[in-house]
């Protein structure tokens, strides 16, 4: 099965920046979507940000323009900068992706998980 492995979290001031990362391995299908999700203490899980394999980005609207994520196929890793980060962003952020086989079948994968948290 895929393994998608997440780091780059940890704790920041508001205001400051983090950048993820998530690598995926044992790959034996297309990744057409790589993405994140975050989940916050008594919240449900939300869609942060996607990147598909070809195509435009997609973000919640709560960190669009702080936010970015960027995708490098050649090495199945996936990014997301933060910026201008908030409390409100605290949460644990989940590395997801998409699994696509030769049928058109999909799999979704998930990452174990890597917390945020933005306090002073």
């Known amino acids: 099965q895929v393994q998608l492995v997440e780091s780059g979290g940890g704790l920041v001031q508001p205001g400051g920046s983090l950048r993820l990362s998530c690598a995926a391995s044992r790959i034996i299908f297309s990744l057409n979507i790589m993405g994140w999700y975050r989940q916050a203490p008594g919240r449900e899980r939300e869609l942060v940000a996607t990147m598909p394999s070809r195509g435009s980005p997609n973000y919640v609207d709560s960190v669009k323009g702080r936010f970015f994520i960027a995708r490098d196929n050649a090495k199945n890793t996936v990014y997301l900068q933060m910026n201008s980060l908030k409390p409100e962003d605290t949460a644990v952020y989940y590395c997801?992706?998409?699994?696509?086989?030769?049928?058109?079948?999909?799999?979704?994968?998930w990452g174990q998980g890597t917390q945020v948290t933005v306090s002073s």
């Open positions: 997801y992706a998409q699994g696509l086989d030769g049928l058109g079948r999909t799999y979704d994968y």
